[in-house]
């Protein structure tokens, strides 16, 4: 099994940072991805950044912004959000492909969420 625990969420105003951390533990092979996702009151998760083979991707609406990077050696991806605007209010979900030991598939793991929230 595996867990993915997120912390670093909060409350910040407009034009503020936060630093979204999660880290992956439990019986793990091989980590193929590690994302994050965001849910905005009302609205579907979508897609903030995601990192596979060293290589970040983000959505437009947060590049210039947020830089998703790994922690070294451990399994903990890092999101720091800086120049923050309401409209970034959110549960942030972590999400990853895993493959646990003695398996070659990955499987799709998701952390609870930490809240976002940012006023004006």
């Known amino acids: 099994q595996v867990q993915l625990a997120e912390s670093g969420g909060g409350l910040v105003q407009a034009g503020g940072s936060l630093r979204l951390s999660c880290a992956a533990s439990?019986?793990?092979?091989?980590?193929?991805?590690m994302n994050w996702y965001r849910q905005a009151p009302g609205k579907e998760r979508e897609v903030v950044a995601t990192l596979g083979g060293g290589v970040p991707n983000y959505a437009d609406s947060v590049k210039g912004r947020f830089t998703i990077s790994k922690d070294g050696a451990n399994e903990r991806v890092i999101l720091q959000m800086n120049s923050l605007e309401p409209e970034d209010t959110g549960v942030y979900y972590c999400n990853a492909w895993i493959s646990t030991i003695g398996s070659t598939r990955p499987n799709e793991y998701w952390g609870q969420g930490t809240q976002v929230t940012v006023s004006s």
């Open positions: 439990g019986s793990i092979s091989t980590t193929h991805m």
